[in-house]
């Protein structure tokens, strides 16, 4: 089992960027496959971004261009950097991490079997 804490959320300007950062013990992160996942007030968590064994990533259509997943498997971290920050990017923001690995890496949050307790990001218009 592995145990997936989050930080580095905040408030923010739209406009501006922050970085998660998902630092995972109890075992190593690689080869497993990570993503991460947000929660909007009132809505589904849904698919941000994930990265497989082979760092191949996946992203959503809404953050293509504007948030990098990336990982340090030498610090068991997976990091999210997010730039161009909009309002609508508010949310919770979950770590997932999966002991298989997909290609593309998975969307579907049941493929995921260990998760963070979330952070919140806020973008202030």
């Known amino acids: 089992q592995v145990q997936l804490v989050e930080s580095g959320g905040g408030v923010v300007q739209a406009g501006g960027s922050l970085r998660l950062s998902c630092a995972a013990s109890?075992?190593?992160?690689?080869?497993?496959?990570m993503g991460w996942f947000r929660q909007g007030q009132g809505k589904e968590r849904r698919f941000v971004a994930g990265?497989?064994?082979?760092?191949?990533?996946a992203y959503t259509d809404s953050v293509k261009g504007r948030f990098t997943i990336s990982r340090d498997s030498a610090k068991n971290t997976v990091y999210l950097q997010m730039s161009s920050l909009k309002p609508e990017d508010t949310a919770v923001y979950y770590c997932?991490?999966?002991?298989?690995?997909?290609?593309?890496?998975?969307?579907?949050?049941?493929?995921?079997?260990?998760w963070g307790q979330g952070i919140q990001v806020t973008v202030s218009s």
């Open positions: 997932a991490g999966s002991r298989l690995s997909w290609n593309p890496p998975a969307a579907l949050a049941s493929r995921y079997e260990s």
């Open positions: 990265i497989n064994r082979n760092d191949a990533t």
């Open positions: 109890g075992r190593s992160i690689s080869p497993i496959a």
